[in-house]
């Protein structure tokens, strides 16, 4: 499904591309409903910001009205940051004096992130901005909910088909609300970002981690018995409440409740039951405390690792009602 998506918006946007040979372009990549036309830089001045006559106007309370500056300089842009509330960064710097873009370069404005684009290889550059737009979570980098699914589709299928174990956790941070309302959305983004970074760095190779939607993330695991997705959830878990997340004058703690699923082979089930069952678990863990990981046993994890036995996705469902996240 992704490669049809990315062909067929490929294609119905080879006329900009075409008209827009040796220009450089922005392509928002964050948020993104939808994949919208790049805007095309040519040698006009670009004002961004909150106000209708900008133009590059940015529709977002995280933006200034008159927020940064592009102008042509050369084969590349300069942008200036015009004294905003929340600044412009460049590859997450904060911009103190203008910085002249390169290709690749992420640009944000407020929470509004952009991919630059040089006018060398602009056809190439594009496809490759279009088909992570796809698969990627443009804040966090790390995979969107659309490509975790379908890869869960054809793992899931791969794994009944040979007998081999297949897990599934579900996290969620801890009172995310809270901390987007005492310190802003700006600093409930850089926790998104931060904890993505963390969850990656003890993750092992081919664990799929993706950003499920909001404060909640996915992680699939191929080839594992539920002693080691246990693992895997728990050194996530530890990772994240390791030491508090800086943003600005801030220190903020961030801890994360984790539910997981195993493929129980040979028994009926659908990748939906595994994500129900994680999900399920995800909720106890919240019931139960937070902080800490639930897994389909019903079983809260100890310290130590203790071999469980998958309840499957089967199990009949526990009594749990959503609480305050």
């Known amino acids: 499904?992704?490669?049809?998506?990315?062909?067929?918006?490929?294609?119905?946007?080879g006329a900009v591309l075409a008209q827009s040979a040796a220009r450089c372009m922005l392509v928002r990549i964050y948020p993104v409903k939808e994949i919208e036309p790049p805007l095309v830089l040519g040698s006009e001045q670009v004002l961004v910001g909150r106000d209708s006559s900008c133009s590059l106007p940015?529709?977002?309370?995280?933006?200034?009205?008159?927020?940064?500056?592009?102008?042509?300089?050369?084969?590349?842009?300069?942008?200036?940051?015009?004294?905003?509330?929340?600044?412009?960064?460049?590859?997450?710097?904060?911009?103190?004096?203008?910085?002249?873009?390169?290709?690749?370069?992420?640009?944000?404005?407020g929470n509004q992130i952009f991919k630059y684009l040089s006018a060398d290889r602009i056809e190439a550059q594009y496809h490759e901005?279009?088909?992570?737009?796809?698969?990627?979570?443009?804040?966090?980098t790390v995979h969107n909910k659309r490509y975790f699914l379908e890869t869960l589709e054809r793992e899931f299928e791969q794994s009944t088909r040979a007998g081999s174990p297949l897990c599934v956790v579900m996290m969620d941070l801890d009172k995310f609300k809270f901390i987007n309302d005492t310190h802003g959305h700006l600093a409930g983004d850089a926790v998104l970002v931060e904890f993505a970074q963390r969850a990656k760095s003890v993750l092992r190779s081919g664990?799929?981690?993706a950003r499920y939607g909001g404060?909640?993330?996915?992680?699939?695991?191929?080839r594992t018995s539920l002693a080691d997705?246990?693992?895997?959830?728990?050194?996530?878990?530890?990772?994240?409440?390791?030491?508090?997340?800086?943003?600005?004058?801030?220190?903020?703690?961030?801890?994360?409740?984790?539910?997981?699923?195993?493929?129980?082979?040979?028994?009926?089930?659908?990748?939906?039951?595994?994500?129900?069952?994680a999900d399920e678990q995800l909720y106890l863990a919240k019931r139960s405390g937070r902080n800490q990981v639930c897994h389909s046993s019903g079983t809260n994890q100890p310290s130590e690792p203790v071999v469980g036995s998958a309840a499957g996705c089967e199990s009949p469902r526990d009594d749990i009602q959503s609480t305050t996240k």
Not at 1 to 13: A, E, G, Q, W
Not at 129 to 140: A, I, K, Q, R, W
Not at 257 to 265: A, D, E, F, I, Q
């Open 215 to 222: 404060e909640e993330f996915a992680l699939l695991m191929t």
């Open 129 to 140: 901005v279009v088909f992570h737009l796809m698969t990627t979570d443009g804040l966090t």
């Open 229 to 277: 997705a246990i693992q895997v959830a728990e050194r996530i878990r530890q990772v994240a409440a390791a030491t508090p997340i800086d943003f600005e004058e801030h220190a903020i703690s961030v801890t994360v409740s984790l539910g997981l699923s195993c493929l129980t082979p040979h028994r009926a089930c659908k990748p939906a039951d595994m994500l129900a069952r």
């Open 1 to 13: 499904m992704t490669d049809i998506l990315t062909t067929r918006f490929s294609n119905s946007i």
């Open 207 to 209: 664990d799929l981690l």
């Open 58 to 109: 940015l529709y977002d309370d995280s933006v200034s009205r008159r927020h940064a500056m592009i102008e042509s300089v050369g084969q590349s842009h300069l942008v200036t940051d015009l004294g905003s509330t929340n600044g412009t960064f460049v590859n997450e710097q904060c911009l103190h004096e203008p910085r002249l873009l390169r290709a690749g370069d992420r640009v944000r404005f």
